[in-house]
């Protein structure tokens, strides 16, 4: 080997021993940087992972918020009543009556879409059984049972004082048909007028609208279904109802309600109802019907009176030939609250479904009777009543025990 080959291979070896070190501490940087590198990564994993989690968490909170929301727009409520009568039959030789019965069991249901729109309904089951195979068999237990709609309408406010509803309603005719709830009135039992003149509860489906202005005045206007009356059934207006259940349309009616609230304590109202064919063309014996009511409800404090008067006039040979062409009852009850659980009531009712006649048809009732309210929504209620009757029919004297409550 020359003296100069051996010179440069001496030289490039010092120069690696030279250079170690620093090779080294970029290995090392390098083995640094990367573990450094895989730890960012990590780390961005994490935070994409938190920020994933927490989007999660938001959308949950979101979702919560917005079901609450919702379900305070809904409202349940309901209320019913058990009713126990005894009375003794004035009629010779007529059957009395001792019966226990849960009236009703309703519940209520409202949504609120939004501010200016809503839906209302109540679902009713009458006398607390119904069984499909003995609907349609009276003589079978359990067949006068009932379950209905009583009301399902949408209402939408279209300005402050103007309402406009559609769907299944109640009528505004009567002190009772829009408020039957029992904690609200008195007597375990719905008086006998707005039972047979003014058939509560009584809805119809159809439009409607509510206009209220100033000095307390309200004016209700609907375009609903109509009544189906027949010779049948006597042409009470009672068993005219045909609840909307594929009911017959051929003939609409007319309802306008005036009411007045102008003085604290005190709400009169007029209503009246008109029907072209108050048989749905299925007699034409029976022709156009007109119902005329007025009420007035005064409570200046613990006192209480009210007083209601109702007529229908029907028009055609049939209605005429039995007296059912006029039908009308009247009722007066003064109430007092002892204290805010206890208050007392008398009533007396006339009522009369064939009045358009010479003959004896006219039925009356008093009642008197207390009502104790455990709560403003659970009641307890007792009363006796006595009635004359036409001769030949039957009269009930005896006592009604209820129990009421709404919520």
């Known amino acids: 080997m020359s003296t100069h080959t051996s010179f440069r291979l001496a030289t490039l070896a010092g120069s690696l021993l030279l250079s170690w070190p620093a090779l080294a501490a970029e290995s090392e940087l390098a083995a640094r940087l990367e573990a450094l590198e895989r730890e960012l990564a990590q780390v961005k994993q994490e935070l994409a992972a938190q920020k994933t989690t927490q989007n999660q968490q938001a959308q949950a909170i979101a979702s919560a918020s917005n079901a609450a929301q919702e379900s305070a727009k809904t409202t349940v409520g309901g209320y019913g009543e058990l009713v126990y009568n005894r009375w003794d039959n004035r009629l010779a030789g007529g059957a009395d009556k001792d019966q226990i ?3 009703r069991f309703v519940l209520y249901l409202g949504h609120d879409f939004n501010e200016r729109l ?17 609907v349609g068999n009276p003589s079978a237990p359990g067949a006068q049972g009932e379950f209905e709609v009583e009301q399902a309408q949408i209402e939408y406010d279209f300005g402050k004082n103007l309402l406009g509803r559609a769907g299944l309603m109640l009528m505004p005719i009567g002190i009772l048909n829009e408020t039957h709830e029992p904690a609200t009135f008195y007597g375990a039992d719905r008086n006998p007028v707005e039972t047979y003149i003014i058939p509560t509860t009584w809805r119809e489906g159809g439009l409607g ?4 202005w100033a000095d307390g005045f309200t004016l209700d206007a609907l375009f609903t279904s109509g009544l189906k009356l027949s010779a049948a059934d006597g042409y009470a207006v009672r068993d005219g109802r045909q609840h909307v259940a594929k009911a017959t349309a051929k003939d609409g009616a ?7 609230n102008g003085l604290p304590g005190l709400t009169a109202a007029a209503s009246l109802y008109y029907q072209n064919d108050m048989a749905q063309g299925t007699d034409p014996t029976i022709g156009a019907g007109w119902l005329s009511e007025a009420h007035a409800i005064w409570n200046p404090g613990p006192f209480t009176l009210k007083a209601l008067y109702a007529q229908w006039n029907v028009s055609g040979s049939g209605p ?3 007296g059912a062409n006029v039908q009308r009852g009247w009722y007066v009850e003064p109430s007092y609250k002892l204290n805010e659980r206890l208050g007392a009531f008398t009533r007396y009712n006339r009522w009369d479904n064939q009045a358009g006649d010479g003959t004896d048809s ?4 008093w009642n008197v009777g ?16 006595w009635q004359t009757a036409p001769a030949g029919k039957n009269a009930f004297n005896g006592i009604n025990l209820g129990l009421g409550y709404q919520f």
């Open 101 to 103: 019965d849960f009236r």
């Open 118 to 134: 809503r839906f209302r309904s109540e679902l009713e089951f009458a006398h607390a059984k119904l069984a499909g195979d003995e």
């Open 209 to 212: 609208a509510n206009y209220r």
């Open 254 to 260: 007319y309802t306008a309600r005036l009411q007045w």
């Open 320 to 322: 005429k030939a039995t």
């Open 362 to 365: 006219q039925y009356g009732q």
């Open 370 to 385: 207390l009502n104790y309210w455990l709560d403003p929504g659970v009641v307890l209620k007792a009363d006796y009543q």
